[in-house]
Each structure stands twice: as C-alpha cells, then as structure tokens.
C-alpha cells in the first residue's frame, strides 16, 4: 500500500474510531444525529461525552455550534419524546427539526420584538404601564424600559403561593392581570433590580395590544419569518406549535415525563420553541444588526446595576458573551454569542440528572477549547488522592491514549518511510 493511501486511511480510522469507545445506547437511546467540522477542535471530545450523558442517563440534549453564520457541530442525543403506554411506541430520537420549550430565551425575541416598535416610532420606553394596566400598583411610575430591565419593583408571579393552583390550566391575560395587580410591590419602580417572569408577560401582552395581532403572529412576522424560522415559534397554547419534544425527570432508574405547564401561565416570558440551529441564526442576526440597531441593542444589554437586562452577559473562562439562559418544567436552555469570535453556542437540554452549572462549563470548556479544561482534565484523571475521575476525565484519558497510538503509528510509518 502507498504511504499516501496508508495514511488517509489512519486519518480516517482516527477521526471516525470514537464510535468503538460509545456503547450501546439502547431503547432509549438510539444512534445520535451529528455534523461534526473539523474546525471545531474537540469535536470528538464533546460528542462522545453528550453520547456517554445520555447513556448514564445523565442528560439528554441538542447542541449547535456557528461560527460567522456557518455550522461547526450540531450534536444530538437521548430520546426526544416516548410514551410507553403505546404498545409498539419506540422512543423517537432528537435531529434538527426536534422543537424545545426554550423557557426564558423567549425574554430576548421578545425584548427584540420591544425595540423593532420602538424604532418604528410605535412604541416610548419610557411610556408608562397604566396607559395598559391602570389596575397594577404603581403603574403610572413603571415604564416599558423597567419592564424590560426587570426595574419594574414588580412580584415574581410564578413565585407565588397560588401559582401551583393554576398553572396547569390555560389562563385570559383578564385573569393573569387580575392576579398581579394583587400582588404588593417588591420595591418602588427604577430603584432596584429583581428578576421577575411577570415583566415579560405583562410586555407580551403590550406588543399584542400595540400591533393588534396576537404574540405568536408578532413573534413569527417580525423575526421568524425574515430570518427563516420554520421551527421558531411563540405558544398561546403548546399544541399550537406541534412540540415534537418532551421534558423528563430521572427517578427509579428510568426517565419519567414531567407534566407540562399551561403555556399562557407565562406568555412572553417563556412560552417559545426553536431548535438549537435556529436560535443560533437568531442570535447571529440580532447581533449583526439584521433584527435592529447596534443603539437599540445596546439598550437590551446588562449595565453594572441590571445585570439582567433584555440580553445576558455570561462569562466562560474569561471570556465574555451575550444571550440568555433559560428553564421551564423540566427543559433547560442556553444561548450566547461570543462577538470576538463570532461564535454562537446553543444547548437546548430536555432531561437531566446532573448539575446543570458543571454540567454547562464542562460543555462551553470543551467548546471554546480552553486549555484549562485539558489540563484539569490531566490533573484530574492522575490524581492519587482516591477521588474518581469525572466522567469527562475519564473519556479524556481515553480518547488521548487512543489518538497518541494513532500518532506514533503514523510517525513509525513516515520515518521507515513505507
């Protein structure tokens, strides 16, 4: 065989020989979905950890990583959704059309949605909430920027005592303002910052009555659609939106579905679902002025005193990013865009097991490729002090034994010159 050849073939062996570590996944967890680039350097790394997640039935996700608008790695593992009292019903594994209840991600389409009427000359940030909700404490002091930057003074309404009593069931916005307006203020409008979902709900309904079409038709028209969106969509009701996913909880050593929430109990602040591709275009867009201005979009970014503005600031390894992270039942979901990079990073999680916080490092490390990560990983896995290895440790060590015998394997070859 010629060196040439001989090599190629190494190469490929190398690069595709991960498949050999990954065992079964079983019934619930099926051959996973992949478009791996070589330009994503741990590509390997990452892909086998979210397989090996998925078959400790510690997580089960989609992941989708761009680069400048162009796809590095779209990665998916676990079941997507199942229902066992089917006879014959097998589990259904996720792919780039699986739609996700992305949770409070939604807050960002909608603070973007906020800022298209505001420069269409359709809506003030500083117009006042009474102009909508006369019946709401302190209404005439709060303005659709407090809203936004969650200065509002406003009670968490999900946070409340009655909440567990309704929101299985679908809710009016009559209902819904009724139960806020009773609600004492947290603190007095633009003097504080506290996270609240009510914010958003209550600007979701603001957006409906100042454009006089619903939210899904607003979501869909102002951003879905220009940007190509077809699994990008705001909820009145779930069935509405044909989620094809299903969150899940672990417990008796199987993954059991959890109930879903009423989708108007929250509304604008978290009724949307998209797939990791799509909220990646999103975000690709919105920061290359595609959704609205470079002005506007620095008034949604987090300052010193509102840390949770219409956009996230988040920190990986030192290195800063925009977007927003996001829950709802048992779904989780994070979004960011790195500008120096133009990287867009997005995980969309529908079962987990495991610490989500770790868990996020762990996968944003191998991404960003911090050499940190690999170093602690080293340190880790030879340690002496009786502690086990993380799993990523683990799969690391691995992995690294199996690439270092390729290489010397190929270095013999070109050295006896074969």
Known sequence: MHISKLKRTLALVKKFSWTAFCLPLGLFFTAPTALASAELRNSELLSTYIDELARRHKAMMGISVHHRGKPLFDYFSG???HIPLIVGNLPKSPDSETRYKVGSVTKLFI????????EQGKLSLNRPISDFFPSIPNARNITINHLITHSSGLFNHIQSK?????????????????RIAKYKPVFDPG???EYSNTNYLLLGYILEWVTDQPLDALITNQIAAPLRLTNTQFCNKWEQCEVNSQSYYYADSDWHSVTPWAASSIGGAG??????KE???FIEALFNQELITTTSLNLLKPKASLPHSGVQEMHFYNQQGFGYTGWIEGYYSLLVYFPEKSLSVAITINGTHTPITPLSKDLMGLILDVPEVKLALNKQHASKSG?????LAKIYRK????NNRMDATLGQLESTGY
């Open 111 to 118: 603070a973007t949605a906020t800022m298209q009427l505001v």
């Open 191 to 193: 003097t504080q910052y």
């Open 162 to 178: 009655d909440f567990s009593e309704y929101y299985f069931e679908p809710q009016s916005h009559s209902e819904m303002i009724s």
């Open 79 to 81: 079941q997507a959704d």
């Open 387 to 391: 502690e086990e290895p993380s799993l």
């Open 271 to 276: 009724a949307l679902v998209s797939t990791p």
């Open 279 to 281: 909220l990646n275009r």
């Open 399 to 402: 992995l690294e034994g199996r």
